[in-house]
């Protein structure tokens, strides 16, 4: 009868903790050089609207894109998942304050960044000490700045 009893509380408990978690689900990251990619969500929320942010990566392990105001450039590193981004360089336009606040939280996520990974078409780069991730959609008939 012990038994009996032990098994359906193991597998609610089970179910609950699956059900109770809010992480997102997330495959193994794509093939990154030569890529192109549109920010969608940081930290969960939309990146502003009529606005460009993005990340592309390059030969030689170099990274590029819009911040969203401002043009960024770094190095990055790849070990399957892991990535690490070295000191990330930006021109110095002054922008918005809405811009300029997107664009401090983009930078200090990409610096943070520890893992890359895919969920259906989009690229999430997850940020040491951030809930949610960056969520990126591939850039269509662009070719990656240099």
């Known amino acids: 009868m012990l038994r009996a009893l032990v098994l359906p509380a193991a ?3 089970a179910l609950a903790a699956c059900a109770g978690s809010n992480a997102t689900t997330a495959g193994a990251p794509p093939s990154l050089p030569g890529t192109e990619w549109r920010l969608q969500e940081l930290g969960g929320a939309k990146a502003i609207a009529n606005t460009e942010a993005s990340l592309a990566f390059l030969d030689g392990n170099r990274a590029s894109g819009s911040a969203t105001c401002n043009r960024f450039t770094a190095t990055y ?3 399957g998942s892991a990535i690490k981004f070295g000191p990330i360089a930006t021109t110095r336009r002054a ?3 809405d811009l300029t606040a997107q664009e401090d939280r983009f930078l200090a996520a990409l610096q943070a960044a520890e893992r ?3 969920a259906g078409p989009d690229l999430l780069v997850f940020s040491k000490g951030a809930d ?4 990126f959609s591939r850039a269509t008939g662009a070719k990656p700045a240099q």
Do not use: I, N, Q
């Not at 949610?132 to 969520?135: G, Q, V």
């Open 77 to 79: 590193e790849l070990s």
């Open 11 to 13: 597998l609610t408990l």
């Open 95 to 97: 922008c918005p304050p």
């Open 116 to 118: 890359v990974a895919s």
């Open 132 to 135: 949610k991730p960056l969520r």
